[in-house]
């Protein structure tokens, strides 16, 4: 029997790295007889960017391991016509085509499409000094080989601009291969996704390895291997690594007439759709719609994938929509990771939003296996709804699966109290009977409900100036070695014998991380006395004050908290 057999599906995607190739396997999945054609102006598709600066700091040996997949492996496994070294120059709406240049051999031609996906990405935001010293950023493996081949003089003074996640992989790296490294940071902490209390530690973590940090700083000039800098010094450097930042690729989308964001962005609906109904985009040069509602540009490989995958599925028909993001995020420095989800209380002030906030201090593990090490964590929350807004934890081990288990919270929309619920895997190598999660959700239950009254570490300049007494409950030795100005100490143990000490007013009581500070609160309350705790004790108020310092005693940050 005879039948009119529907034509295949054209199916063109502009950029072939993580959102362009998610989209065009997953489309092959869902229909073998599609058309799909991939063009990259690159000489590469499918790499691995963010194992970039691991292979020029040495720890990926093997560049190839880098290229997950080659044009020739596309093609024998999803029979996906890539194009590497194509460059997308037109989009022509009315005819549905798109012209491409052949950057190899120069030759121009149209390509028509039923379906078009962009997956443009991102470039640096290339603050140019000067052209005195060679700048390259990190997001190619091009960057990476000229990176690597200025490395291979011993000793290289380079300077990194920007101290965020590109920019601290790229100094710890540039370190591990002899390099003399110089950080420029244009704003007064570095990686700012978290809180100035939670980035602190990292400054001196840093310097500790020979890293020359410049916050507040910005670089003004390039002159004869010397970089000017707008603090007014002058320092040597042979390479400039730019980390500052990227922006999107989007000048193609917008000379087709697809709305832009105020972002720069490109404007998409949950489905990924753009203002016109036959052409999709994914990735680094797309708004995402944040958790507050927001739109927002959040460049990060884990989005771009699941993008690229979702949008097949809305062309092959099926539902399918994009989730709010997270923004989940973890870097590694010098050993110490630090992570975060969510909104940050930077953010949550500027916007004039109530939450309230804890800060806990658990062991990664059982303190009595050996080897814990402290974490610092800060969770966010709606005082009303005890929805989670946010969290960050510093740490040298167990970081990244207790911020992915508060992202999967976050996700299923677990209040901030249901932490202490959840049961996870323990055995003392691997976590405590109530974890450090767990933790985190009392702290966060008592704190919300009032059952003991907190404050934060940067309001106890003001509290002590109108008459609040500060009290220190930690042992005498403690005290000795390092105190808030102006604290008495009275250790917990002996409280109950001298509560004739205390003066009448109000109180604020600590003692290193909480804990002990929570017991002497619910003392003194139920004795009568008006007591709050201070968040996260001594420890957190010596990490948000370290910009006055500069310093944080190793003993502090590296002794993990009792447990109970």
């Not at 950023?137 to 000229?146: E, G, I, K, Y």
């Not at 016109?276 to 990735?283: K, L, W």
């Not at 296996?369 to 081990?397: C, F, H, N, S, W």
Request: proline content about 6%; aromatic content about 4%.
């Amino acid at each position: 029997m005879n039948r009119e057999l529907t034509p295949p599906r054209k199916l063109v995607i502009v950029g072939g790295v993580a959102g362009g190739m998610s989209t065009a396997t997953r489309m092959r999945r869902l229909d073998e007889t599609a058309q799909i054609t991939v063009f990259e102006r690159g000489p590469e598709v499918s790499y691995a960017n963010c194992g970039l600066p691991y292979f020029i700091g040495g720890e990926i040996a093997d560049r190839a391991s880098l290229l997950l997949q080659t044009p020739s492996s596309l093609h024998g496994r999803f029979r996906l016509d890539v194009r590497v070294r194509h460059e997308v120059t037109r989009i022509d709406r009315d005819t549905k085509s798109v012209e491409v240049h052949d950057l190899t051999t120069g030759d121009r031609f149209t390509q028509a499409y039923d379906t078009l996906v962009l997956a443009p990405g991102a470039r640096p935001r290339r603050e140019e000094p000067g052209a005195d010293i060679p700048t390259r950023s990190l997001r190619t493996l091009a960057d990476a080989d000229a990176i690597d081949t200025e490395l291979a003089r011993p000793g290289l003074p380079v300077v990194v601009m920007g101290g965020g996640y590109t920019g601290l992989e790229a100094v710890e790296n540039l370190v591990a291969r002899g390099a003399r490294v110089t950080l420029v940071q244009r704003g007064p902490q570095v990686l700012s996704p978290l809180d100035p209390e939670m980035a602190a530690p990292l400054v001196p973590l840093l310097r500790s390895h020979g890293v020359d940090v410049r916050l507040d700083t910005q670089l003004v000039n390039t002159q004869k291997g010397s970089v000017y800098l707008s603090d007014g010094t002058v320092i040597p450097a042979s390479l400039i690594i730019d980390a500052s930042g990227v922006v999107p690729e989007s000048d193609l989308a917008a000379a087709a007439g697809l709305a832009l964001g105020e972002t720069g962005g490109i404007r998409v609906d949950e489905h990924c759709r753009t203002t016109d109904p036959d052409v999709f985009a994914v990735g680094d040069g797309v708004e995402k719609i944040d958790q507050a509602g927001e739109r927002a540009l959040v460049t990060m490989a884990g989005l771009a994938n699941r993008h690229g995958r979702m949008v097949a599925d809305v062309i092959a028909g099926r539902p399918a929509t994009v989730r709010p993001t997270l923004g989940t995020g973890i870097v590694r420095v010098f050993g110490t990771a630090a992570a975060s989800v969510g909104m940050n209380e930077k953010r949550l002030r500027a916007a004039g939003r109530p939450f309230y906030t804890v800060h806990v201090h658990p062991g990664s593990h059982a303190g009595y296996y050996p080897g814990a090490e402290p974490l610092a964590m800060k969770l966010i929350a709606d005082p009303e709804t005890d929805r989670i807004l946010g969290a960050q934890i510093v740490g040298r081990d167990g970081v990244d699966k207790r911020i992915d288990v508060i992202a999967t919270a976050m996700h299923a929309g677990l209040p901030a109290a249901e932490l202490a619920h959840l049961e996870l895997a323990y055995a003392p190598q691997f976590g405590s009977a109530k974890d450090a999660v767990n933790i985190a959700g009392y702290v966060a239950e008592n704190t919300r409900t009032a059952t003991t009254p907190t404050v934060q570490w940067h309001e106890l300049d003001t509290l002590h100036a109108a008459g609040t007494t500060l009290i220190d409950v930690r042992s005498a030795e403690e005290f000795a070695a390092g105190a808030i100005p102006g604290a008495v100490n009275v250790p917990l143990d002996e409280l109950r014998d001298r509560l004739d000490e205390l003066p009448e007013g109000p109180l604020v009581v600590h003692c290193a991380v909480g804990l002990r500070g929570h017991i002497a609160t619910r003392l003194l309350r139920e004795r009568g006395h008006d007591t709050r705790n201070l968040d996260g004790g001594y420890r957190t108020w010596l990490a948000g004050t370290m910009r006055l310092t500069t310093h944080m005693p190793d003993t502090v940050m590296r002794s993990p908290a009792p447990e109970v």
